[in-house]
């Protein structure tokens, strides 16, 4: 298994423009969450799936934020408009059953000047 | 403020020097999990926890889940410069299946 992908690595945008974050987690996982890591605040849960369907998305920051799993092997996390304190790394990650460890992926480097 | 406090904050020691890291709450977890990160990589996991009290060795880790399931340690028995790298420890909710993260260590091992 090539593990949970992340696209794109790196993303540098201007501030109020759009940004789309991607992810494919692993095959026969059935949770799938987001995370944001910066240096301040280490690594925030910003929402979780279970079988596609968004359980908890109380640490999305600001209506800015928006995710979605349209089925069981591709997410988004959208960022509209983008603003320079979003800027961190956003992660990714899958696991079975939500009790077993995660599987994070590489991550997106998000920076906005 | 942290769910789970981490300390110590950064660690630099010389190889072949044990160490040990810790990680305290005032909540009670279903399980701890301890993962290790690299620069530019995502947290990769180490070990999961359950049982109050439970000792789980992986080669020169050994991890122990407080008997109250509130607390963890990490001890490294003779580290190497490969050991280096941010270790973070993240407790599962009892409810809701939400993993939440310490602040990490980061561990540097000089040669």
């Known amino acids: 298994d090539a593990g949970v992908i992340q696209s794109p690595r790196h993303e540098v945008t201007e501030m109020g423009q759009e940004v789309t974050l991607r992810c494919k987690p692993i095959?026969?996982?059935?949770?799938l969450f987001w995370y944001r890591q910066t240096m301040m605040r280490g690594l925030e849960l910003l929402i979780y799936?279970?079988?596609?369907?968004?359980?908890?998305d109380s640490g999305m920051p600001e209506d800015r934020f928006s995710a979605k799993m349209p089925n069981a092997s591709f997410s988004t996390l959208k960022i509209q408009p983008s603003e320079p304190r979003d800027s961190a790394v956003y992660f990714c990650a899958s696991s079975l059953l939500g009790t077993y460890g995660y599987t994070f992926g590489s991550g997106t480097r998000l920076t906005v000047v | 403020t942290q769910l789970l406090e981490q300390s110590p904050q950064f660690l630099s020691i010389q190889e072949g020097e044990n160490l040990t890291v810790y990680c305290n709450s005032s909540s009670v977890f279903s399980s701890l999990q301890w993962y290790r990160q690299e620069p530019g990589e995502g947290p990769v996991l180490l070990v999961t926890v359950v049982t109050g009290g439970e000792v789980k060795k992986l080669k020169r880790l050994t991890f122990q889940f407080g008997d109250a399931r509130k607390d963890s340690s990490l001890h490294i028995t003779a580290a190497q410069p490969g050991d280096t790298g941010l270790y973070l420890c993240?407790?599962?909710?009892?409810?809701?299946?939400?993993?939440?993260f310490g602040a990490g260590t980061i561990l540097r091992v000089k040669s």
């Open positions: 799936f279970n079988n596609n369907v968004p359980i908890d």
């Open positions: 095959s026969g996982h059935d949770y």
């Open positions: 993240a407790g599962l909710m009892e409810y809701g299946n939400k993993l939440v």
